[in-house]
């Protein structure tokens, strides 16, 4: 783990602000502060990659991502921009052009008619529905390969011994070493955050014996061209899809040796003691509505290259993991894990051998290396500035990826944030919410034009130009998919009580898509209650009307508004909110079977084994259901939760699993939680550890959030400490700089499942409500405690000051 000390492990995020270094900063750190890591948190192989999702090591910086493959004669680094994509303004698809509403044909009367079907019958056949709702979703496009840099390595020759690769996450560097003919050769590859580039160094053990050709490639559906001058390699070209310009730059750097640049767009290093490449892409895509192009990127790459090229490789190297350091080394999280002697592919492999025998239960090194591979994952795709980590985060060897690697928003989207906050890293949610900020233009075409309302909506697959609407699969009809998309934003001001956040970016997002209910939800003739109409229960059953996954995300959306509009003073809207919640049908209701009905008629059964568990919202990440505020519901939620678990058929997917490690943990079933992660670990994980379905980084990201919620828990209220402990980690433990709701970080100590010694940073002071089993036993409150703090049944109440720092220590340990 970098040096860090404790009390900067529990400052977290600043009251007012996320903590970031500067770039004097930067500048000011040491390399022997730089080099700090943490040999838990490496991912190491004894053979280069073969296959791109199973064995390659990502790298990135938000904006750029790399794959490593860590070849021996030949390097191949495989690498994205989170902007290049086929599909919106000026493509060609079939003669069809980019519509942001997909309103094709002029139905006006499509939507009323489906609504009158359901009111009537009670429901409504989905094929025939979206015969009538639905567009083919022309010009939407997909995420994009940008191209490959080769390294073809003509000095190495020989009998290649010692060969390890490897991806230290806590300093963001991968890693290349071998020995070949007496020559020790090693690489270094980053993702700079600070300087916009991806940096490789490559050395050897004696000098001028550094010698290779670099080359880009790149894919077909593309014209490009390939140049070289004075060591800069440039790749440039436009995707003959939609005409989208591209440019990446590569700069050789070399000690020692010849560097040549020739026609072909070749550049060769020969007999140099190092050599250092910078990289950079771009493209001249811009998120601004309705055109979504900006200025051609050559200028920008030129600049970012220029600049890279003006530091030496070790201020490179230390502003990156400076930068880096200062986010992932934030928590630590201690189960007695041992780092491994085996590579992680055979450590892995051993512990699906021993689950196939059923010889052991879990392995924590392996479950740890889960947990930091989802912050790790989701600093390197999601950084001011970039867009939001889409479906494979910003890794993606195709130009034809599953599910176009798009923003899927009926539970996968919201997914890659779920760690966001709770993990210490909400320095990764800035790109998430300028994306919904720039869903709002094209939004209000899709709500006025397909649903006749006011305010904005976008269904359930939105991309980088806009795209809010349908296409053929009913399952995209489904607005309620945006107002749960803005809860991360709600969920930001909970976690750091910033203000102007919330008054200046997040309320007015809240504000502006609850008009959008106003004119949307219509009057069940049943009961006379609000609902959702049509409606459809990701990805399953009947169109409907009041499925209780719309109708839970619809409750949520308008609570948490009316709550936002108390904080920054909008009487007016909140009184138009609230008798709309109170008529508003809450979507909680108990079956027959005592389920949690997944539909408001109780059509549930027992053996529905399906994949989504959409109606689990109410209990996570909603706060609906709670153990405490509505035993009855809860009890109904277990009863659903672990009915869906019992069939297997459709569960081996990673965010399914992922999904329900956090739904386990809100229901204080640590062990059925850590099941699923090992689950997870045995079925679902690459060797790698990217999540297998086949890649989808969801699962990571999901999981990471589900091992936080199993030890610190703050959705009711109360910052619950250890609240679904698994019994293989009571022993002894601890963690230090989760966050909780109210701008609190914690960490704690435990021996046998009880916390010996809490630790409590309050950012932004007031009330701090904290439940854990040691408060039943003799404890002593250290810190600023000027107003006496009260203990009842395991919960104290204590008003903090801001920037306070607490302990609270178990006085019989």
Request: hydrophobic fraction near 40%; include cysteine.
């Amino acid at each position: 783990m970098p040096a860090i000390s404790r009390r900067n492990l529990l400052g977290g995020v600043a009251a007012g602000g996320a903590y970031a270094l500067t770039a004097a900063a930067l500048d000011r750190i040491s390399p022997a502060q730089a080099a700090a890591s943490d040999p838990l948190s490496v991912l190491w192989f004894n053979e280069p990659a073969t296959i791109w999702q199973e064995h390659a090591f990502p790298i990135g910086n938000g904006s750029t991502g790399a794959m490593i493959f860590g070849g021996v004669a030949s390097e191949r680094v495989q690498f994205n921009h989170d902007t290049l994509w086929t599909g919106g303004p000026g493509s060609v698809d079939d003669g069809h052009e980019y519509n942001f509403g997909n309103w094709y044909e002029q139905r006006p009367t499509a939507l009323a008619d489906v609504r009158r079907t359901v009111a009537t019958t009670g429901s409504a056949d989905p094929q025939a529905s979206m015969r009538l709702l639905g567009q083919t979703k022309w010009g939407f496009g997909a995420y994009q390969t940008f191209g490959d840099l080769h390294l073809d390595q003509s000095g190495v020759s020989g009998t290649v011994s010692g060969y390890r690769r490897d991806l230290d996450m806590s300093t963001g560097i991968a890693s290349v070493g071998f020995t070949a003919n007496g020559v020790t050769h090693r690489r270094e590859f980053f993702a700079s955050y600070p300087d916009r580039v991806i940096v490789t160094r490559l050395t050897a053990s004696r000098a001028a014996q550094v010698s290779f050709t670099a080359r880009f490639s790149t894919a077909a559906n593309r014209t490009f061209t390939t140049s070289a001058r004075d060591g800069r390699i440039t790749l440039r070209g436009a995707l003959t899809h939609n005409g989208m310009v591209f440019e990446a730059q590569v700069q050789v750097l070399a000690t020692g040796g010849t560097v040549t640049s020739n026609a072909a767009g070749r550049v060769t290093v020969t007999g140099a003691d190092e050599a250092v490449l910078l990289l950079a892409p771009g493209t001249d895509y811009a998120n601004a509505y309705p055109h979504y192009r900006g200025a051609d990127p050559h200028a920008a790459v030129t600049a970012m290259l220029d600049a890279a090229r003006a530091r030496t490789y070790q201020q490179l190297h230390d502003r990156h993991v400076a930068d880096h350091g200062a986010l992932f080394g934030r928590v630590r999280i201690d189960l007695g894990q041992r780092a491994t002697t085996l590579p992680t592919d055979e450590a892995l492999q051993a512990f699906r051998t021993a689950r196939n025998g059923g010889k052991i239960a879990a392995d924590p090194q392996l479950e740890m290396l889960h947990f930091q591979i989802g912050r790790y994952l989701l600093i390197g795709s999601s950084r001011a500035g970039s867009l939001p980590a889409n479906l494979q985060g910003v890794w993606n060897d195709s130009i034809s990826p599953d599910w176009q690697s798009d923003y899927t928003t009926n539970i996968n989207l919201e997914m890659n944030y779920w760690p966001s906050e709770v993990t210490n890293l909400a320095e990764t949610v800035p790109p998430l919410i300028d994306f919904v900020e720039g869903l709002r233009a094209p939004g209000r075409v899709t709500a006025r034009d397909l649903c006749g309302a006011g305010g904005f909506a976008a269904m359930s697959h939105v991309n980088v130009f806009g795209y809010t609407g349908v296409s053929t699969n009913i399952a995209t009809w489904a607005p309620e998919s945006t107002a749960w998309l803005i809860r991360q934003l709600w969920e930001h001001y909970l976690f750091t009580l910033d203000v102007a956040f919330l008054r200046e970016r997040a309320y007015p997002i809240l504000k502006e898509h609850s008009e959008f209910w106003l004119d949307y939800l219509v009057t069940d003739p049943r009961d006379g209650r609000l609902v959702v109409s049509p409606s459809f229960s990701p990805e399953q059953g009947q169109v409907t009307a009041g499925a209780s996954y719309s109708q839970m995300i619809v409750f949520d959306l308008l609570t948490n508004t009316i709550a936002a509009a108390r904080v920054v003073g909008d009487t007016t809207h909140r009184q138009r909110l609230e008798p709309v919640l109170a008529k508003l049908d809450p979507g909680v209701r108990i079956g027959s079977w005592g389920q949690l009905q997944e539909w408001k008629s109780d059509l549930d059964e027992r053996t529905n084994g399906h994949r989504h568990m959409s109606h689990s919202y109410a209990l996570f990440p909603g706060n609906q259901i709670t153990a405490e505020g509505t035993p009855a519901h809860f009890a109904a939620a277990k009863v659903t939760v672990e009915a869906r678990t019992s069939w297997t058929a459709q569960n081996d997917i990673g965010w399914n699993r992922a999904q329900k490690i956090n739904l386990f943990a809100r229901l204080g079933n640590g062990d059925l939680a850590r099941e699923q992660l090992d689950h997870l670990l045995w079925r679902n994980t690459f060797m790698n550890f990217l999540n297998d379905w086949p890649f989808q980084i969801d699962g990571n990201f999901g999981a990471t959030a589900g091992i936080a919620e199993m030890l610190l828990q703050s959705h009711a209220g109360v910052v619950d400490v250890l609240p679904a402990l698994p019994s293989g980690w009571a022993g002894q433990g601890s963690f230090d700089g989760l966050r909780a709701r109210g701008a609190f970080t914690v960490g704690a100590d435990w021996t046998a499942g009880v916390p010996t010694e809490i630790r409590v940073t309050a950012d932004a002071g007031g009330e701090l409500r904290l439940r854990s089993a040691m408060l039943s036993r003799p404890h002593q409150i250290i810190g600023d405690t000027t107003i006496s703090p009260s203990v009842t049944s395991g919960l104290l109440v204590l008003r903090t000051s801001p920037q306070s720092h607490y302990r609270i220590v178990d006085s019989t340990a």
